[in-house]
Each structure stands twice: as C-alpha cells, then as structure tokens.
C-alpha cells in the first residue's frame, strides 16, 4: 500500500518568517513524491517533484522540498512566507508497482501581513 | 494552451436527476483523471484513463457514477440518478504520465 500524512490541518506563519509544511508517506520501494497548491476555487497546481537524484528539490514560487528517506518525510519549505501564498497545500506519493498518486488531505497554509 | 477546461463550473440539482460534467484534457496528453473533493474524504481519484480506455474505476463510489472517453479530446463523468451526498467539487486533470498532473478549475455540484 502507499500513504501520506500530512500531520497538520493549519501552518500559521508571519509574513517574512520561514515557513514548513510536513509530509511524511509510507511506500514498498522507492517513492515518486509530489507537492501541490490549490488556492480559493481553483484546481491544484503542481510546485515539485522527486523522483530521483537530489534530495533537495526547487519549485516554483521560491518553494523547495527536502526528500528524507530515512524519516520517510518531504517536507515542503520557503525562506520567507509571503502573504499569497497562503493556500491549501497538498503532498502527494506514487510508488513503483503503482499506477496512480495517492494525496494527503491537505494542510491550510495561513501568513499573515 | 488553455489549460484544461471543465463545464459546467458549477450545477445545482435536484435529488434523483441525471448529471453530467464534461472534461477537455490538455492537447497531446494520454492520461486524464476524475477526482472528487469533499471536506469529509479529501480528495479521491474516481477514475482514470489511458489513451482514452478505463485503466482503473476502482475509487467510483457506485453504480450511479459512470465516466466515458469517446475520444482523446472528451471525457463526461455521469451521476444517475444523483443524490445529496453526491454533492462536491469534481475535478478532472491529465497528463504525460499517470503521476505529473495537470488540473481543471472544478465543477462544485449540489444536489439538493
């Protein structure tokens, strides 16, 4: 089986202050791991992707993640939060054998001015 | 490209009527999805499809759901006969791959 948690509901960050969305994920073998966006009334977009190489991968809107597979997490990060990112973060995890992604419930991402 | 297109956006119905939304892919992408997004479920991959034949139904709630693919620029997913707890927002996407995905704005259905 494969599974994602995504331990907290809400991530409350000032604007200008680092922030940290967690995603930890259960696979057999080795994980593809995603992050997506979805802001008020839109469909998800995609920011990043791992499925090999560097365990620090670069996405859009100065968002990065850091693929740990010894804690089994990938944790979506940015230097310094800004007010418009505020938005509902979904973490996402395909692993070989499988054909399909299977997403977290999501955690509401809040940063206030 | 303008992305992929969803209609209606958004459909208010009445228990027992049939519904159907329609889902325009990306041009040249082989996979398309059916999700649905609920604040109880999350969200769930109802269906998807390859060069426009069902690979897995598996997360269709129940007999009443029904998803076709005429061909690689189409997709309908059909509620028959519909019911309150059908209500959501049904999202399609597709994509190059069955994983790297590219989403629809949504329709929101109420059913009342």
């Known amino acids: 089986a494969q599974s994602v948690a995504q331990p907290e509901d809400q991530v409350n960050v000032a604007e200008g202050n680092p922030l940290t969305v967690k995603c930890t994920y259960s696979?057999?073998?080795?994980?593809?791991l995603f992050w997506y966006v979805q802001y008020p009334n839109r469909g998800l977009q995609f920011l990043l992707k791992?499925?090999?190489?560097?365990?620090l991968v670069k996405g859009s809107y100065g968002f990065e993640a850091e693929f740990n597979k010894s804690q089994t997490s990938f944790h979506l990060k940015k230097p310094s939060a800004l007010v418009s990112d505020s938005a509902l973060y979904f973490c996402?995890?395909?692993?070989?054998?499988?054909?399909?992604?299977?997403f977290g419930k999501g955690t509401m991402l809040l940063v206030s001015p | 490209d303008a992305g992929v297109i969803q209609s209606p956006r958004h459909e208010v119905t009445e228990m027992g009527q049939e519904v159907t939304l329609r889902c325009k892919p990306i041009?040249?992408?082989?996979?398309l999805f059916w999700y649905r997004q609920t604040m109880m479920r999350g969200l769930e991959l109802l269906i998807y499809?390859?060069?426009?034949?069902?690979?897995?139904d598996s997360g269709m709630p129940e007999d009443r759901f029904s998803a076709k693919m005429p061909n690689a620029s189409f997709s309908t997913l059909k509620i028959q006969p519909s019911e309150p707890r059908d209500s959501a927002v049904y999202f399609c996407?597709?994509?190059?791959?069955?994983?790297?995905?590219?989403f629809g704005p949504g329709t929101r259905l109420t059913v009342t």
């Open positions: 041009s040249g992408h082989d996979y």
């Open positions: 791992y499925i090999t190489g560097d365990n």
């Open positions: 996407a597709s994509g190059t791959t069955n994983y790297e995905q590219y």
């Open positions: 499809f390859n060069n426009n034949v069902p690979i897995d």
């Open positions: 696979v057999s073998g080795n994980p593809y």
């Open positions: 996402a995890v395909r692993a070989s054998g499988y054909s399909t992604l299977t």
